[in-house]
């Protein structure tokens, strides 16, 4: 029964297609150019038969669209001649300015001269790294981490150098070690990456004073720190400490994201960074877009002047907690007792640890099979590990279609710790 649907149904990563002889003529770095585990894994979990617990996909069903559609009517009617033409590499004034007042929620006290508006933070990410890393330097990075940090990394060259989490964030003291360790070979590192708040994988949130610790040590260490913030505001039971920015202007990259408070398909993020960078950000930024988009920058300009976004916050925030409360009450019921996870205060993920033996990438086919998708948990990281986790995101489907999916996926597991220990494929 398992074997009706195999691994290699799944859209195969490796095979791209492309004649040797185009090949050839590729940079080195295109080698770095693949597609993550989670890609191949969306044209199959978007069937609609299958529960999918796979992407991280915002759940726009609390967004007013005639809201949307008013915005944005306005916007053309009042001011189209600016929106639909080129505008600043930098970003827009008036949006780099209501940036900082969001930022200021979490304890940021910014200038909207050190703003650089990008197109997603994904952006961001790909800009720090073109100025930072050179091929062969280290990039420390949580373990697990964003498979979308890892994929940018990866075309840079880097080498990700994991440093341990666990459900209270990134560990300050494997921090230190990582570092001594890294030095002792006479490798550069070139930053720590983190996601402090509700972080992606994991659901952890960094304490406040663990974020103090960190600090200290990579500002003694003069290693810069990427603070990756886009969940920072989806806290559900309360506020999450203030942002690492706060605390220090100096050492600290920060990114923000309008993509799960507003709406992703803008494609709108921003970037503050110490004055001393602007320029280079900006100057590698025009290099690769010209500027950002001036119809989606002011299509937000808009609704944060005139509309009740906090409030809109809050209604996000409510829905997404009746889906986590959802996920996490099914895992009680369903998951086996072997099974541990992650109970996450925000954001869209729990992390999911099984018992070692357990294939989570091989399990995916029993799964979808199942009707149920998941990402194995390798996806999080550089190196192969996380072969016995896997995150399940609860930001998308409804509650019912949680508890039938964590039941479904439960069952799957189950059944794969019995035929481990008995030896025997079980045939339904
Ligand atoms: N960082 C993290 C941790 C994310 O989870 C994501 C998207 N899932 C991004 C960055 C990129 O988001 P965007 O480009 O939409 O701002």
Redesign the pocket.
């Known amino acids: 029964m398992w074997e009706t649907f195999a691994m290699s149904n799944l859209p195969d990563r490796l095979h791209t297609g492309v004649p040797q002889y185009l090949e050839e003529r590729f940079a080195a770095r295109a080698a770095g150019m693949q597609a993550s585990e989670i890609r191949s894994l969306f044209a199959v979990a978007s069937r609609p038969e299958i529960v999918s617990l796979a992407g ?1 996909m915002p759940n726009l069903s609390a967004l007013p669209m005639e809201m949307m559609a008013s915005v944005v009517h306005n916007l053309i009617a009042t001011n189209g001649a600016e929106a639909l033409q080129y505008g600043s590499g930098q970003g827009h004034p008036k949006l780099r300015e209501q940036i900082c007042e969001v930022m200021a929620l979490e304890g940021i006290q910014a200038n909207p001269d050190d703003v650089i508006v ?8 790909d800009l720090i790294s073109r100025i930072f890393i050179d091929p062969g330097d280290v990039v420390l990075v949580e373990a697990p ?2 498979v ?2 890892l994929g940018t990394f990866h075309q840079y060259e880097a080498q990700v150098v994991h440093v341990a989490l666990d459900d209270q964030g990134l560990i300050p003291e494997a921090l230190r070690q990582a570092i001594t360790s890294v030095r002792a070979t006479g490798r550069k590192i070139k930053f720590l990456y983190l ?1 402090p708040n509700y ?2 994988p994991t659901g952890v949130l960094l304490p406040a004073d663990r974020r103090t610790e960190i600090l200290d040590i990579c500002r003694t260490e003069q290693i810069f720190i990427v603070e ?4 920072g505001l989806l806290g559900f039971d309360r506020p999450s400490p203030n942002a690492m920015r706060a605390e220090d202007s100096e050492n600290v990259i920060y ?6 408070t507003i709406a ?1 398909g803008l ?3 921003w970037t503050l960074v110490p004055p001393s960078l602007k320029e280079k950000l900006v100057i590698a930024s025009e290099a690769s877009i010209l500027c950002p988009s001036n119809f989606t920058q002011l299509t937000i300009s808009s609704y944060l002047a005139d509309q009740p976004w906090r409030d809109q916050i809050t209604s996000f925030c409510e829905l997404y907690k009746v889906r986590r409360d959802a996920m996490l009450e099914s895992l009680e019921q369903y998951f086996p007792a072997s099974a541990t996870w992650t109970k996450p205060g925000g954001g ?1 993920y729990v992390w999911v640890n099984l018992p070692p033996e357990i294939d989570t990438k091989v399990m995916v086919p029993k799964a979808i099979v199942a009707k149920v998708a998941y990402v194995p948990g390798t996806a999080f990281y550089a190196d192969g590990f996380g072969t016995w986790a896997m995150r399940l995101s609860y930001c998308h489907p409804t509650p019912e279609r949680i508890r039938e999916g964590v039941k479904a996926l439960g069952g799957v597991i189950k059944q794969e710790i019995a035929r481990r220990s008995s030896g025997f494929e079980i045939i339904e």
């Open positions: 991280g990008t197109t997603g933070s994904q952006q961001a990410l981490s964003y979308g940090a996601i972080q992606n990756d913030n886009p969940y990114l923000g994201s309008f993509s799960k992703a494609r709108v993020g869209f």
